[in-house]
C-alpha cells in the first residue's frame, strides 16, 4: 500500500562556465573540477567575525586566487536553475506544469521594484523573478537557483547587471548580464539562510549584502572576482538595509530593528578592517529605520516610525527634523530618501512625497533645548487614497524626472516629479492585490478566475489572455469566493463572496458591451460586476462556502462557528443556521455517489462535524433561525502521530535484533563446528540484549490546526493536519456512538498515509482533476504538488510518486489555494504572499493551440438586467445579521404585546375613574340630608394615608433624583454667566433718539483680554533688563589699577638695586671713596637708563608721526559722530538697510506695543461708554419726567374744553436694547408664564404648529411685555388718581359745579372762569413746550454724540487694522524669536569670553612689563657691580688682570632650591657640563697666558691687596647672584610671553567670532526687516494726500509711491535746504583753511627747521667752547667721574642743598624786584628817550670831531704800528697754549684706552691778558 519514497531534494546542478576564450586544451571534465573545487572551497570556508564590530577579510579575502576571472566568464542558466522534483522512476513527465503567467505582485515585500531601463521593471514573485515590459506588459521569468526563493534584487549603477540574493541553505548572490540575462558571477558563502540586502557602490566595483537571521553577516565583495573583501556580523537583530556612502567610498551604514549602524573601512598593517559605531537614541525614542541617506560631510539622515526625520552625527542624533508647529513630516514612517537638483525627497508610507531644501538640512541644527529643527516642504505631492509607498526608482533616462513607485497597497505608480507647470498627474500603471489571497476560484465553463484579499477588492481575470477584466472594491476586505456551479447559473456569472464583516454577497459578471444602452449603466470594459443580493449571516468573517451536489441548497461557514444554510434561486433565502465545535475552515458536500446528501464540515480545531442537508422548501416560521432535528455526526482528532512514531521505532528495533541474534546464533553454530564450546561472553551477550528506550506517547496539549479534508466514502474522510500532527494524511470515519458531546469526545483515525518531507511542510490544500487522476496539493512552503491517482482509488493507495515545484515563497507565502480549470487545460495557485500563478496542464505543442484561441468567454447578462434598480448593499459593518435580526424581531413583538396589554389595563382605570366621578357629581346634587360626605364615600381612610404617604415619599424620592440635576443646571447656569456675561466688562447699550432715527451704541468691551495681555506683559517684564542686557553692544575689558610708567619711574632708585652692595669692615677712608664711585657709576647706568628711555620716547613719537595722507583725528571724529548720528536714510525696502540698535524689533518690544494700543483702544472705548451710558440715565430721567408732565397735562386737559385740548406728542418709553440687563432677569410670573406657554405649545403642537410661528422665548417675550405695559398703565392710573389737583379756589370750584349743572354764571364768574381758562392754556403751552424742547435738547446731544462716535469708529478701524499689523509682526517675530536669541545668547557669550580674554591679556601684559623692568633693574645692578669693581681697582693696579679673571671667573654653586623637575635638572647637567667646558676653556686661557704657569685664582697672590682681594670675591658673588636672579626672571618672562602670544591668538579668534556672530545676527535682522517690509499695510488716505500725478491725474497704480507724513516729508524738505546751506559753508571754510591755515603750517615748518638748524650750530659751538671738539654728550654722561670730581660734585650737592632755602627767598625777592623793575623800568624809558636826544647832539658833535681829527691825521699812524706789533705778540702766545692742550689731549686719550682711567677735566692754558675780561664786561 505504502510504496518506498525517495528524498524531497532538489538536486544539485553541475556548475558550468561558458567562456569566450577558446581553450581547447582544456577538458570539459577538469573545468568541471576546479569550478567544484571553487565552490566548495567559497561555501564551506568559514568566516571570521569579532564581536567588537572590527573585522577583516578572511582566508578566502587574504589568499587571492593567483589568476583572476576573465571578463568574459559566464555561466550557464540553465544548469544552475532549480527543477522540479519529480520521484525517481515515476515516469512523471518533467514538464508537467508550465508556467504561463503571474497575476501577482508582493508588494508587501521591501524594495521589491527595480528599473533595468526606460520600460523594464524586474521584481520578485515567489520562487521567480519577473522582468516586466512597462509597454506591452509581457512578462519575463527568471527562476531562483536554490529553490528556497529569492530574498533581494538590486540593479547594477551602470544598469548593465543586476545581483540576485537568494534565500535557502547557504544561498548564494547571483549577478545576471542585461539584456541577455546570462549569470555572470556567483557568489557563495554571504549567509546561511536568507539575503536581506545588497547594495553596489558608486563606482559599482563592490558590492555590500547583509544576512537575515541567525548570522546577520555583512560581506563585501570584489564581485566581478567572486572575492570577500571584508566580512563582519552586523547586529544582533533585523537588519533593513546596507548601502554605500556616494561620497565618502570607505563608509557603510546598515540600518533595521530599532537601530542605525555606521561603519568605517580602514587599513591597517594586518590588512583592511571594518569598524562600526551603533547609533544611540539617548532622550529619542527608539524607532525601526526603514530609510536614510548619506551626507557629503558624513552625517546621515534617516526616517522615523512617526515620520520626522533624524539628523545623526557621529553616532549621535543631532537633531530631530519636524514640521512647523511640531508637526510630523509624514504620517508615518519614511520608506525611502532621495536627492535631485539641492532637493531632499523623503518618500512616506502616507502616499506622500516631499521635498525638502537640502541646505538647510545639511546645516540644520537645534536652537533651544527641544532638540528640534522646524522647516517646512518646499514641494509636495500626493499620489492618491489608500496609496502607501514603500520605494521609488528613477528612470535612466538623461535629465528625466519621471520615477516609479511601489505602492505597498498593490499598485506600481509612474510619477513626475519636475514639480513644474507640466507637471503630469500620478498614473497607476498596474493594480495588484495587496496582503495574502483570501479566496480564488474559477468558472466551471469558462477560463475566467476570480480572487479577493483583504484590500477589500474583487478581481476577474482571463488567464487565457492573460489580462485582468474587471475590480470591485467594497468598505470591508473578503476572506472567501467560491464560483457558482452550472446547475445554478448555466452561464457562469455568479460569484459569491464572503468578507470580514460576515456578510456574503452575490455579485454578477456579464459582459457590458451586450447590455442595451440603458441610463445609468456603464457599458465600457470587457466585464462587470454587480451586486446581485447581499446577506449577512455572520457576525464573524466568512470562511468557506459550498454548493450541494444538486445546487439547491447554500452553505456558508465562518469563525463564529456556524454554519448557514440558504435556499438558491433568484433570490437566496436563509433556512437556518447550525452551531459547530470550533471554527468553520472548509465545507464539502457529499459527492453524487452517495446516498446521503451530507455536508462535511471541518473545524480549525480538529473537530469534523457531519450534517444532513436540510429541505430547502419548508419556510422557518419560528423565533429563530437555528435549526434543530437535523442529523449530525461528530469527529474530534486526537493525535496518533506520538504512536506511529513509536510503532516505527518498535518495527526498527525488531529489525536490528533480529540481525543481532542471527549474527550470534551463527557464531555459536560456527564455534560448535570447530569443536568448541561458545563463551561466556558470547552466551552473556545473548541474554543480555535489551532493546533501546522507545519515544513516549505524546499528545499535544493544543489541538493541531486542520487545514483541509475530503471526502473518501460515505462516513469516511481523508484529513490534513498542520502543527505537530503534520506529515501523514489521516483516513478517517465517524464512530457508530454519537451520544457524547463533540468537544468531549476524542476520536483517532483507523488508517494514515505518510507525506514524503511533510513533517515541517504541511498540506495546506487538496484539489483534484476533474477526472481524479492527479491530486493536487498546496503546501505550506509555497511548493506545488501533483500525485498521479489511479481511477476510483479513494483510500489513495496509488499515491505514491509526485511531481514537486517550489513556486511562493518559502518563508511566509503558504499555498492557500490551488484549482484547475474547467477542461483541466490550467492549474491557478495563490498564497498568502500575494502571488497568483498560472500553470498549463498541457505539453508546450498543445498549449500553443489552446492559446490561440487568446480570449475567455464573459458570460452575457441576463434578460431585464438593464431596467432592475441597483441591489441594496450592507455596507455598516455593525449591521444585524439574519439572526440578530430575526431575534430583535422578536424581542420588539414581545414589547410590543406587553406595551397593548398595558394600554388595555389603563383604559379600564380610566373607566373607572369616570364612572365614580359622575358618582360623586350626583351625590353633590342630592340634598345635604341625603348626600354623603367625604368621609363616607372613602371605604378605608388608610388608603388615603397611604397614598398621601407614597405621593409625599415619591416627592421626596423626585427632589433626591432631581437634586443633581437642579445643581448641575445651577452650575450650568453659573458658568454660563460667568462666560457670557462675567467676562463682559460692559455690554452693548443702544440709545435710541425720540423725534429722529438716529442711534449710538455702547461697545462691547471684555475684562479678560486686557487683562490677559497685561499679565503677560507684566510677566516679561523682568526680562526687559535681560533682553537689553543681550543687545548691547561689545562690552570694554576692565582696566584694573596698574602702576603707570611715570609712577614706576619715579620710584627711588633704591628700587632698582634690591641688594645694596656691602662694603667690607677696616676701610674707612677708601670705602668711602668706593662708595661714592659705586655711586657715581649707578648714577651714569641711570643717566644711560634715560637716554635709553628718551631714545625710546621719540621713537614712540616718530612712530606716531601721522602720514602725509593723515586726517585731523578732530575732524574724523566729527565725520564718525555724524555718521553715527545722521541715521539710515534709506528705505527699509532696500537691500542694504541696515536696522539702527535702537530701532530693532523684538517680541517684547511688539508685544509692549500691542498691548499699549490695546489700552489705547480700550480707554477710548470706555470714555466712549460713559458718555453714552450718561446719555442713557438722561434719557431714562428725560422719560422719567417726560411721564410726570404728561400727567400734569392730562389733569390741566381735565378741566379744559376738548376743543382747547393741544395734541401732546407720544411718550417716548425704554427699548430692551437700552436697558439689556432686563433680558437676564426673571421673576416668578415669568417662569409661571413660561411654563403654561411650554404646556400650551405641547398640546397645540401637533396640529397648530407652522414654518412660520414664533418661538417659545419669542412668544414669552410678546406675552410679558403685554403684561409690563398693563402693569404702567395701572401704576399711571392709580398713581394718577393719588396725586392732588393743584389747590383750586373755593369760587372757581363753585363756578364749576355751577357750570357742570348748567346754571348761568353772573359776569363776575364769567371772567373768574375765562382767567382760569387762560391761566390752564398758559399753563398747558408751556409744559407741552418744555417737553418738546427737552426732547429736542435730547436729540441734539445724541445726534452729536453719534458724529462723534462715527469718528471714533473710525479711528477704531484703524486701530484695528493696525492691531493685525502688529499681530502679524509679532508672529513673524515669534518665528524669528529663538534662533535671534540663539545668536544673541551665542554673541553675549564671544563678547564675555573676549573681555575675559582682553583682562587676562592686559594682566599678562602688565605682568610682561613689569619682569622686563625687572630684567633692566637686574641689568643695571649687574652693571653697577661691575662698575663699583673698575671703580675698586684704581689706577695704575699692577693686579688688574688677575683680579678680572677672579671676578669673571664661573664656579660652581650650591642650588638654592631643592626642588627641581627632571627635564631642568637635565638642563641645568647640560648646561654645568657646558660651563665646565669653559671654565676649562678659561684655565686653558689663562694657563696660556700666564706662559705655562698656572695661578690660583682662589687664593689672594703676594703683593695683592688682602682687602681687595676680598672684595672681588664678595663682588664675584653678588655678580653671580644677579646672574641666577636674570636667568630665572628671562624664563618667567618668556613663559608669559608665550602666554600672552596664545592670549593674541585666542583674542583674535573670539574677535572674528564676535564679529561673525554680529553678522548673523545684523543678516537676521535684515531677514526680518525683508519678512516686515512683505507684510501688507493698510493706509486710507485722501484724493488730496496723493501728490504723485501723471498729468494732473492719480495713476491707476500706486505700487512705486513711497507713504510718510507731511510732517515728515517738510522737514526732509527743509533739511535739504539746511544742508545746502551747510555745504556752501564747509566749502567757504575748506577754501580758507587750505589758504590761510595750510600755507601758515608751511612757514611754520619751515621756520622750525630753521631754528633746529640754528641750535645744532649752537650746540656745537658751545662744545668747541667748552671741550675743544665734538663729543657725545651721551657717551659723556654715561662716563663714571674721577674720585676728585665726585667730592666737588659732593661738595657742590651740600652747596645746592645750602642755596635751596636762599633760592627760595630770592625767588620771592625776585618777585617783588620785577615789580620794581616795572617802574623803574618806565622811568628808564623816559630817560632813554632823553639819551635819544642827547646821543644826537652826540652825533653831531662826533661829526665835527671827525672832521678835526682828519686834519690832524699823521699823528695816530704811529700808534697803530704799535698796537700791531701786540697783537703778533699776544698770537704767539696763543699758539704755544694750544700746542699744550694738545698734549693734555694725547694724555687723555692715552688714560682712556686704559679700563678704569678717571676723565680728567680739559687742560685750561692761562689766557693771555689781553683775553681775560674786564670788569665792565
Known amino acids: 500500500m505504502r510504496g518506498q519514497m525517495t528524498s524531497l531534494k532538489t538536486p544539485r546542478p553541475q556548475l558550468t562556465c561558458l567562456t569566450v576564450h577558446k581553450h581547447k586544451q582544456r577538458t570539459l571534465h577538469g573545468m568541471l573540477l576546479k569550478v567544484e573545487r571553487m565552490a566548495f572551497m567559497y561555501i564551506f570556508q568559514p568566516a571570521r567575525s569579532t564581536d567588537c564590530d572590527q573585522s577583516v577579510a578572511g582566508k578566502d579575502g587574504d589568499e587571492k586566487s593567483d589568476k583572476n576571472l576573465s571578463k568574459d566568464k559566464y555561466y550557464i542558466y540553465e544548469e544552475l536553475y532549480s527543477r522540479p522534483f519529480i520521484t525517481t522512476d515515476s515516469k512523471i513527465p518533467a514538464n508537467l506544469l508550465h508556467l504561463s503567467h503571474s497575476f501577482g505582485y508582493d508588494c508587501g515585500r521591501r524594495d521589491n521594484l527595480q528599473l533595468l531601463d526606460e520600460k523594464t521593471l524586474m521584481f520578485i514573485a515567489g520562487n521567480l523573478l519577473i522582468l516586466l515590459d512597462v509597454n506591452t506588459k509581457k512578462q519575463r521569468y527568471l527562476r531562483s537557483c536554490s529553490g528556497g526563493g529569492i530574498g533581494i534584487i538590486m540593479a547594477h549603477p551602470t544598469k548593465k547587471y543586476f545581483a540576485v540574493g537568494e534565500k535557502g541553505e547557504k544561498p548564494c548572490i547571483i549577478v545576471y548580464e542585461y539584456p541577455s540575462l546570462l549569470p555572470y558571477r556567483i557568489l557563495r558563502g ?133 514640521r512647523k508647529g511640531g508637526r510630523t513630516c509624514h504620517a508615518g514612517p519614511i520608506k525611502q530618501f532621495a536627492q535631485e537638483e539641492g532637493e531632499l525627497m523623503t518618500i512616506g508610507s502616507d502616499g506622500v512625497i516631499r521635498g525638502w531644501d537640502f541646505e538647510s538640512i545639511y ?157 445609468g449603466h456603464n457599458h465600457n470594459g470587457e466585464a462587470t460586476l454587480c451586486l446581485k443580493q447581499a446577506l449577512k449571516p455572520h457576525n464573524a468573517p466568512v470562511t468557506a462556502f459550498a454548493y450541494e451536489r444538486n445546487g439547491e441548497v447554500f452553505a456558508t461557514g465562518s469563525l463564529d462557528c456556524t454554519v448557514f444554510f440558504f435556499s438558491v434561486g433568484e433570490k437566496y433565502n436563509p433556512i437556518g443556521f447550525i452551531k459547530v465545535p470550533g471554527p468553520v475552515q472548509a465545507l464539502e458536500w457529499s459527492p453524487q455517489s452517495h446516498t446521503k446528501n451530507t455536508l462535511l464540515i471541518l473545524c480549525l480545531n480538529g473537530n469534523v462535524v457531519e450534517v444532513q442537508c436540510p429541505d430547502p422548501v419548508t419556510q422557518n416560521l419560528s423565533k429563530t433561525y437555528q435549526l434543530s432535528g437535523l442529523l449530525t455526526r461528530s469527529f474530534n482528532f486526537r493525535s496518533i502521530k506520538s ?77 490534513s493536519m498542520g502543527g505537530y500532527d503534520s506529515g501523514f494524511l489521516y483516513h478517517c470515519k465517524f464512530s457508530e456512538k454519537q451520544d457524547e458531546e463533540p468537544v468531549q469526545c476524542q476520536d483517532e483515525p483507523f488508517d494514515f498515509l505518510p507525506v514524503h518531507n511533510a513533517d515541517q511542510d504541511p498540506i495546506r490544500t487538496i484539489t483534484f482533476s476533474s477526472n481524479r487522476q492527479l491530486m493536487l496539493c498546496g503546501m505550506h512552503s509555497g511548493s506545488i504538488r501533483a500525485y498521479p491517482i489511479q481511477p ?54 498543445e498549449l500553443k493551440e489552446v492559446l490561440h484561441r487568446k480570449r475567455a468567454q464573459v458570460p452575457s447578462p441576463r434578460i431585464g438586467l438593464e431596467t432592475e434598480g441597483v441591489a441594496l448593499d450592507i455596507e455598516d459593518p455593525a449591521a444585524y445579521s439574519i439572526e440578530t435580526a430575526q431575534q430583535k424581531l422578536e424581542t420588539d413583538r414581545l414589547h410590543k404585546e406587553a406595551e397593548l396589554r398595558k394600554v388595555k389595563r389603563r383604559q379600564k382605570f380610566a373607566e373607572l375613574q369616570s364612572d365614580f366621578k359622575k358618582l360623586q357629581h350626583e351625590n353633590q346634587s342630592l340634598p345635604e340630608h341625603v348626600c354623603f360626605g367625604c368621609e363616607e364615600l372613602e371605604l378605608d381612610p388608610r388608603f388615603r394615608e397611604e397614598t398621601e404617604r407614597v405621593k409625599a415619599l415619591r416627592v421626596r424620592e423626585v427632589r433626591k433624583e432631581l437634586a443633581w440635576e437642579v445643581e448641575h443646571h445651577n452650575i450650568g447656569l453659573k458658568k454660563l454667566q460667568e462666560r457670557f456675561r462675567g467676562s463682559l466688562e460692559s455690554d452693548m447699550v443702544t440709545v435710541f433718539a425720540i423725534y429722529s432715527e438716529h442711534s449710538v451704541t455702547t461697545y462691547r468691551l471684555l475684562t479678560e483680554r486686557l487683562h490677559q495681555l497685561q499679565q503677560q506683559d507684566e510677566a516679561r517684564m523682568p526680562s526687559g533688563p535681560a533682553s537689553q542686557e543681550k543687545t548691547k553692544s561689545r562690552a570694554e ?82 565725520i564718525r559722530h555724524a555718521m553715527e548720528n545722521m541715521g539710515d536714510f534709506k528705505l527699509k525696502t532696500a537691500k542694504d538697510f541696515t536696522v539702527p540698535e535702537h530701532r530693532r524689533m523684538n517680541t517684547e518690544r511688539k508685544r509692549a506695543e500691542l498691548v499699549a494700543l490695546e489700552e489705547k483702544v480700550h480707554e477710548k472705548k470706555v470714555e466712549m461708554n460713559s458718555r453714552i451710558i ?199 517675530l515669534r518665528e524669528f524669536e529663538k534662533r535671534e ?172 567670532s564676535v564679529k561673525a556672530a554680529e553678522g548673523d545676527l545684523e543678516t537676521l535682522n535684515r531677514e526680518k526687516q525683508l519678512k516686515l517690509n512683505d507684510l501688507d499695510v493698510e493706509v486710507p488716505l485722501r484724493l488730496h494726500q496723493i501728490e504723485l500725478l501723471n498729468n494732473g491725474k492719480v495713476p491707476s497704480n500706486l505700487s512705486p509711491t513711497l507713504v510718510l507724513n507731511t510732517s515728515a516729508l517738510v522737514r526732509l524738505q527743509e533739511r535739504v535746504k539746511e544742508l545746502q546751506v551747510e555745504k556752501n559753508q564747509q566749502r567757504d571754510v575748506d577754501r580758507q583753511a587750505h589758504k590761510q591755515q595750510h600755507s601758515q603750517l608751511i612757514y611754520d615748518h619751515k621756520d622750525m627747521e630753521t631754528k633746529c638748524r640754528v641750535l645744532e650750530e649752537h650746540c656745537k659751538q658751545q662744545m668747541m667752547m667748552k671741550f675743544g671738539m665734538l663729543v657725545d654728550l651721551e657717551a659723556l654722561q654715561s662716563l663714571s667721574g674721577s674720585r676728585n670730581l665726585e667730592e666737588m660734585k659732593q661738595e657742590s650737592c651740600f652747596q645746592e642743598a645750602a642755596c635751596g632755602n636762599d633760592i627760595k627767598l630770592w625767588d620771592t625777592k625776585v618777585s617783588e624786584a620785577r615789580e620794581a623793575l616795572m617802574e623803574m623800568t618806565r622811568g628808564h624809558t623816559e630817560r632813554l628817550l632823553n639819551m635819544n636826544s ?84
Open 190 to 322: 554571504g549567509t546561511e539562510v536568507a539575503y536581506s540586502f545588497v547594495d553596489f557602490n558608486c563606482d559599482g566595483n563592490l558590492l555590500a549584502s547583509v544576512g537575515s537571521a541567525p548570522d546577520y553577516m555583512l560581506t563585501l565583495w570584489e564581485w566581478k572576482q567572486e572575492h570577500v573583501k571584508l566580512r563582519c556580523k552586523a547586529i544582533s537583530q533585523d537588519v533593513y538595509r546596507v548601502t554605500f556612502s556616494p561620497d565618502n567610498p570607505g563608509q557603510l551604514t546598515t540600518s533595521g530593528s530599532e537601530h542605525i549602524k555606521f561603519w568605517k573601512m580602514y587599513s591597517t598593517f594586518t590588512g583592511l578592517k571594518l569598524e562600526g559605531l551603533l547609533g544611540r537614541f539617548d532622550k529619542t525614542t527608539r524607532t525601526d529605520i526603514d530609510a536614510y541617506m548619506d551626507l557629503p560631510d558624513g552625517k546621515v539622515v534617516s526616517g522615523s516610525s512617526w515620520g520626522n526625520m533624524l539628523l545623526w552625527d557621529r553616532g549621535l542624533i543631532k537633531v530631530e527634523i519636524c
Open 363 to 519: 546645516t540644520a541644527d537645534c536652537i533651544d533645548h527641544s532638540g528640534m529643527f522646524e522647516i517646512e516642504p518646499m514641494n509636495e505631492m500626493v499620489i492618491g487614497r489608500n496609496v502607501s509607498l514603500s520605494s521609488m526608482v528613477k528612470s535612466p533616462l538623461p535629465d528625466s524626472f519621471i520615477w516609479f513607485a511601489q505602492d505597498s497597497n498593490g499598485g506600481i505608480w509612474k510619477l513626475d516629479l519636475s514639480f513644474s507647470n507640466t507637471t503630469q498627474d500620478p498614473e497607476c500603471l498596474f493594480s495588484f492585490h495587496a496582503g495574502g489571497i483570501q479566496g480564488m476560484d474559477v468558472s466551471r465553463v469558462s477560463h475566467l478566475m476570480a480572487t479577493t484579499a483583504l484590500d477589500r477588492s474583487v478581481k476577474v481575470f482571463d488567464f487565457l489572455a492573460k489580462t485582468e477584466l474587471t475590480t470591485s472594491r467594497f468598505k470591508q476586505g473578503g476572506t472567501a469566493l467560491t464560483w457558482a456551479p452550472p446547475l445554478v447559473n448555466k452561464k457562469g456569472g455568479l460569484l459569491v463572496t464572503g468578507f470580514e464583516d460576515g456578510v456574503v454577497r452575490l455579485l454578477e459578471l456579464y459582459n457590458p458591451q451586450i447590455l442595451p444602452a440603458v441610463a
Open 643 to 719: 504512536r506511529i512514531k513509536r510503532e516505527e521505532e518498535i518495527a526498527r528495533q525488531q529489525i536490528t535484533k533480529e540481525k543481532k541474534r542471527r549474527a550470534l546464533e551463527e557464531q555459536v553454530k560456527k564455534a560448535m563446528e570447530q569443536g568448541r564450546e561458545p563463551t561466556e561472553e558470547e552466551l552473556q551477550k545473548k541474554e543480555e540484549e535489551q532493546g533501546e528506550e522507545l519515544p513516549a506517547i505524546y499528545s499535544p496539549d493544543q489541538p493541531s490546526p486542520l487545514y483541509c479534508g475530503f471526502y473518501s466514502q460515505p462516513g469516511s474522510f481523508w484529513l
Open 792 to 845: 476510483g482509488d479513494l483510500n489513495l493507495t496509488s499515491m505514491q510518486a509526485y511531481w514537486a515545484l517550489n513556486i511562493h515563497d518559502n518563508q511566509y507565502g503558504h499555498l492557500r489555494h490551488i484549482c484547475c480549470s474547467h477542461d483541466d487545460q490550467f492549474v491557478l495557485t495563490a498564497g498568502e504572499d500575494g502571488n497568483i500563478f498560472s500553470f498549463a496542464l498541457l505539453p508546450p505543442e
Open 1037 to 1118: 575689558p576692565g582696566k584694573e589699577c596698574n602702576p603707570t610708567e611715570e609712577e614706576q619711574e619715579d620710584l627711588p632708585s633704591e628700587a632698582v638695586l634690591t641688594k645694596p652692595v656691602t662694603q667690607p669692615a677696616g676701610l674707612k677712608l677708601p670705602s668711602q671713596q668706593a662708595e661714592k664711585l659705586r655711586k657715581a657709576a649707578e648714577k651714569a647706568e641711570q643717566a644711560r637708563a634715560k637716554i635709553q628711555k628718551r631714545k625710546r620716547e621719540w621713537a614712540e613719537l616718530y612712530s606716531a608721526k601721522p602720514d602725509e595722507n593723515c586726517e585731523d583725528p578732530q575732524g574724523v571724529l566729527a
Open 1174 to 1372: 450718561a446719555l442713557r440715565e438722561t434719557k431714562v430721567s428725560l422719560v422719567t419726567w417726560l411721564r410726570s408732565q404728561n400727567r400734569r397735562v392730562q389733569q390741566i386737559q381735565r378741566r379744559l374744553a376738548p376743543h382747547l385740548h393741544r395734541h401732546y406728542p407720544a411718550l417716548p418709553s425704554l427699548l430692551p436694547e437700552e436697558i439689556p440687563k432686563r433680558k437676564s432677569c426673571y421673576s416668578r410670573a415669568m417662569l409661571e408664564c413660561y411654563g403654561a406657554l411650554k404646556a400650551q405649545r405641547a398640546s397645540t403642537e401637533s396640529r397648530e404648529h407652522t414654518e412660520g410661528s414664533l418661538t417659545l422665548l419669542e412668544q414669552l417675550e410678546k406675552e410679558m411685555e403685554g403684561q409690563e405695559k398693563m402693569e404702567e398703565e395701572e401704576e399711571e392710573e392709580e398713581e394718577g388718581d393719588r396725586t392732588a389737583c393743584p389747590p383750586v379756589r373755593s369760587e372757581i370750584r363753585e363756578v364749576e359745579t355751577l357750570v357742570s349743572e348748567g346754571v348761568g354764571l353772573s359776569e363776575l364768574e364769567e371772567e373768574v372762569r375765562r382767567m382760569e381758562e387762560m391761566r390752564l392754556i398758559y399753563e398747558q403751552d408751556s409744559l407741552l413746550e418744555q417737553m418738546e424742547s427737552a426732547v429736542w435738547r435730547f436729540d441734539a446731544e445724541l445726534r452729536l454724540l453719534h458724529h462723534e462716535k462715527l469718528d471714533l469708529d473710525c479711528q477704531m478701524k484703524q486701530a484695528d487694522l493696525r492691531h493685525v499689523t502688529l499681530f502679524q509682526e509679532l508672529l513673524l
Open 1381 to 1552: 536669541n540663539a545668536l544673541q545668547e551665542r554673541l553675549n557669550a564671544c563678547m564675555e569670553e573676549e573681555s575675559i580674554a582682553a583682562s587676562k591679556l592686559e594682566e599678562h601684559n602688565v605682568q610682561l612689563e613689569m619682569k622686563c623692568r625687572e630684567v633692566a633693574k637686574l641689568q643695571d645692578r649687574e652693571k653697577a657691580v661691575t662698575a663699583a669693581f673698575q671703580a675698586s681697582l684704581g689706577e695704575n693696579n699692577k693686579f688688574v688682570d688677575f683680579l678680572t679673571k677672579v671676578f669673571k671667573k664661573r664656579i660652581k654653586r650650591v642650588k638654592k632650591k631643592e626642588e627641581i623637575r627632571e627635564e631642568e635638572e637635565e638642563r641645568d647637567s647640560d648646561e654645568d657640563s657646558f660651563e665646565e667646558e669653559d671654565w676649562d676653556d678659561d684655565e686653558d686661557e689663562s694657563s696660556s697666558e700666564s706662559g705655562g704657569i698656572s695661578l690660583d685664582y682662589g687664593v689672594c697672590p703676594p703683593n695683592c691687596d688682602p682687602d681687595l682681594f676680598e672684595k672681588t670675591v664678595q663682588l664675584r658673588e653678588r655678580r653671580l647672584d644677579l646672574e641666577e636672579l636674570l636667568v630665572e626672571e628671562r624664563k618667567s618672562a618668556d613663559a608669559l610671553k608665550k602666554e600672552c602670544d596664545a592670549l593674541v591668538k585666542k583674542n583674535t579668534a573670539l574677535q572674528s
Open 1734 to 1817: 642827547f646821543l644826537c647832539q652826540e652825533k653831531q658833535l662826533g661829526d665835527q670831531l671827525h672832521e678835526r681829527q682828519r686834519k690832524l691825521g699823521g699823528q695816530s699812524q704811529d700808534e697803530r704800528r704799535q698796537a700791531d706789533e701786540n697783537e703778533i705778540c699776544r698770537l704767539q702766545e696763543l699758539v704755544e697754549i694750544q700746542a699744550q692742550e694738545v698734549e693734555a689731549l694725547r694724555r687723555e686719550i692715552s688714560i682712556l684706552s686704559h679700563k678704569g682711567g678717571s676723565i680728567l677735566p680739559p687742560f685750561q692754558a692761562p689766557l693771555p691778558p689781553s683775553a681775560h675780561p674786564s670788569p665792565s664786561q
